[in-house]
């Protein structure tokens, strides 16, 4: 038995089309997903209306994500601190594109599983840890080694971290496939794993493909997104385009240049400039790209 185990989609529809169409080229009609359908990307329709075929016409088992617990909490508590902009905008933009078909879909996951089939070993599945969608497990962590010394079987997949990697810890193992849609290294090829089960072990083939990034890219324009959520569509869009990831140092710089000039910063009401200035310290602009600066490569040329 072959399972192809993905993770961490964040609206991104050109790479999940790419890792279903390998995927379903090799023969493979069992999936697993662990979570982050939507968010960060444009289009979250495009990439549900997928799920909903997978779903449909290949046995799967889905995990719910931080993501869809961040769209489910803001539904019920009708919280209004989203608007637009850089901190909070992408959230709402994919918010305001789901309809209660998604709703009622992420409502319907579990955030933790054990995968059971006669004849094959157990194993577990989240999307952060068995007990929360958003705790990070990376390898050698002591948080992670104790998840996984209290695992009732031998294996753990799990997502959020954006990282592939295997860890192993006193005979239990960690999985994590890696990032699909907003994948970190290997140049930003979109990543996914494979088991290949023979009824007494799971192989774990880590997979990294090429796409057509270009279709994903020129949607962040078209769909205003650039508009909506202009420094954090411009570090996602950088991400993509290079696997270096830097959203979280510009949030947390943009942050910082607000308390050090209002005395405080209350996220998501960060200033739009504030964005400006800790893209441009990370020499990127507004499209994602790199822009050349004194010992770059690019600089170079």
Same mark, same amino acid.
């Given at each position: 038995?072959?399972?192809?185990?993905?993770?961490?989609?964040?609206?991104?529809?050109?790479?999940?089309?790419?890792?279903?169409?390998?995927?379903?080229?090799?023969?493979?009609?069992?999936?697993?997903?662990?979570?982050?359908?939507?968010?960060?990307?444009?289009?979250?329709?495009?990439?549900?209306?997928?799920?909903?075929?997978?779903?449909?016409?290949?046995?799967?088992?889905?995990?719910?994500?931080?993501?869809?617990?961040?769209?489910?909490?803001?539904?019920?508590?009708?919280?209004?601190?989203? =608007?637009?902009?850089?901190?909070?905008?992408?959230?709402?933009?994919?918010?305001?594109?789901?309809?209660?078909?998604?709703?009622?879909?992420?409502?319907?996951?579990?955030?933790?599983?054990?995968?059971?089939?006669?004849?094959?070993?157990?194993?577990?599945?989240? =999307?952060?840890?068995?007990?929360?969608?958003?705790?990070?497990?990376?390898?050698?962590?002591?948080?992670?080694?104790?998840?996984?010394?209290?695992?009732?079987?031998?294996?753990?997949? =799990?997502? =959020?971290?954006?990282?592939?990697?295997?860890?192993?810890?006193?005979?239990?193992?960690?999985?994590?496939?890696?990032?699909?849609?907003?994948?970190?290294?290997?140049?930003?090829?979109?990543?996914?794993?494979?088991?290949?089960?023979?009824?007494?072990?799971?192989?774990?083939?880590?997979?990294?493909?090429?796409?057509?990034?270009?279709?994903?890219?020129?949607?962040?324009?078209?769909?205003?997104?650039?508009?909506?959520?202009?420094?954090?569509?411009?570090?996602?869009?950088?991400?993509?385009?290079?696997?270096?990831?830097?959203?979280?140092?510009?949030?947390?710089?943009?942050?910082?240049?607000?308390?050090?000039?209002?005395?405080?910063?209350?996220?998501?009401?960060?200033?739009?400039?504030?964005?400006?200035?800790?893209?441009?310290?990370?020499?990127?602009?507004?499209?994602?790209?790199?822009?050349?600066?004194?010992?770059?490569?690019?600089?170079?040329?």
């Amino acid at each position: 038995m072959d399972i192809a185990v993905f993770s961490d989609i964040h609206s991104n529809h050109s790479a999940l089309q790419a890792c279903f169409d390998y995927a379903v080229g090799k023969g493979i009609t069992n999936f697993i997903l662990l979570g982050d359908y939507v968010s960060d990307c444009p289009n979250p329709q495009k990439t549900m209306q997928l799920i909903y075929v997978m779903k449909q016409y290949f046995n799967c088992r889905m995990i719910r994500g931080n993501r869809e617990d961040y769209f489910l909490n803001y539904r019920k508590k009708g919280l209004d601190n989203w =608007h637009r902009g850089s901190a909070s905008g992408s959230l709402l933009y994919t918010y305001e594109n789901l309809t209660d078909r998604d709703f009622n879909f992420f409502e319907s996951l579990p955030i933790y599983e054990v995968w059971a089939q006669k004849g094959f070993p157990k194993f577990e599945m989240c =999307h952060g840890s068995p007990e929360s969608s958003k705790e990070l497990l990376f390898r050698d962590k002591r948080n992670t080694r104790k998840v996984l010394s209290h695992l009732s079987t031998g294996m753990l997949l =799990h997502g =959020h971290n954006h990282v592939q990697e295997i860890y192993d810890y006193r005979g239990k193992v960690s999985l994590n496939p890696g990032s699909i849609g907003v994948p970190w290294y290997f140049d930003g090829k979109t990543q996914f794993t494979v088991l290949h089960g023979n009824g007494r072990t799971w192989e774990a083939e880590n997979m990294q493909l090429e796409y057509d990034r270009s279709e994903i890219l020129k949607e962040f324009a078209s769909s205003k997104l650039t508009e909506i959520a202009p420094a954090w569509a411009a570090v996602t869009m950088h991400t993509i385009r290079t696997g270096n990831d830097l959203n979280e140092t510009v949030l947390l710089r943009a942050m910082r240049l607000c308390e050090e000039e209002c005395g405080e910063a209350n996220w998501p009401d960060i200033p739009e400039k504030y964005w400006a200035i800790a893209l441009r310290e990370n020499f990127i602009d507004l499209a994602g790209k790199d822009i050349p600066h004194k010992g770059s490569a690019l600089s170079q040329l």
